[in-house]
């Protein structure tokens, strides 16, 4: 069974800081992967998913991950965060053809103004 | 406005008792899914159905049941069974794509206490 890892359980930056969160998953196969945010009180929404194609792909609110298939890792990246982007960030995925979705444990993300 | 809605926010139940969480979508989505999120521990997937009258067991089914009647309702019932019942509980949807049904749309989420 596929597993994902977040290393970073709470992470703390000032705004203006650039951001890089963690995620790596075992799993052999093609994969599909997901980073999803849950801002305080709010549903849990999709920030940016990668399919196929260009392993740099850009999400809503200036985000952006990188697949690297090499090391397993899908890591969230913004080159300068905003006290808006405070939230909880999940990456995830699944085998191609799989149904299901594998969730890390998510990394809190808390910006100082 | 098109969406997946969760009923109640809030549930408070006494130790022993079933209770039945509401998730109703109006997205004309195929597939629904079952979450529970546990502080430190993600999101575990718990049941999800792709289509109406079928639905599997995800990885933490047990001390759970669900039904698909309709399209666009999937019931989730915590019974006595479940060990650990308190949590936070989400339910998704998603368009039946080929080989990919992805839950991209979420409910607010009902917050389960079990006192």
């Known amino acids: 069974a596929q597993s994902v890892s977040q290393h970073n359980h709470h992470v703390i930056l000032s705004e203006a800081a650039s951001l890089e969160l963690g995620c790596n998953y075992s799993?052999?196969?093609?994969?599909?992967l997901f980073w999803y945010v849950q801002y305080p009180g709010q549903h849990l929404q999709l920030l940016l998913k990668?399919?196929?194609?260009?392993?740099l792909v850009k999400g809503i609110k200036g985000f952006e991950a990188e697949f690297i298939k090499s090391k397993f890792s899908f890591n969230l990246r913004k080159p300068s965060v905003q006290w808006s982007d405070t939230a909880e960030y999940f990456c995830a995925v699944t085998p191609f053809g799989n149904e299901k979705l594998t969730f890390g444990t998510g990394t809190r993300l808390t910006i100082i103004p | 406005d098109g969406g997946i809605t969760q009923s109640p926010k809030y549930l408070f139940r006494k130790e022993g008792q079933n209770v039945t969480l509401s998730c109703e979508q109006n997205l004309n989505h195929d597939a629904m899914y079952w979450y529970r999120q546990d502080p430190g521990q993600g999101l575990r997937l718990i049941y999800y159905?792709?289509?109406?009258?079928?639905?599997q067991k995800g990885d933490i089914a047990e001390g759970y049941s669900v039904s698909r009647e309709k399209k666009e309702s999937f019931p989730l019932t915590v019974t006595s069974a479940q060990k650990n019942p308190t949590a936070f509980y989400l339910c998704?949807?998603?368009?039946?794509?080929?080989?990919?049904?992805?839950?991209?749309?979420f409910g607010p989420g009902t917050r389960l206490t079990v006192l």
């Open positions: 159905s792709q289509i109406v009258n079928d639905f």
């Open positions: 990668y399919f196929s194609g260009d392993p």
């Open positions: 799993y052999g196969g093609t994969v599909n």
């Open positions: 998704a949807s998603t368009l039946h794509s080929a080989g990919n049904q992805i839950p991209q749309y």
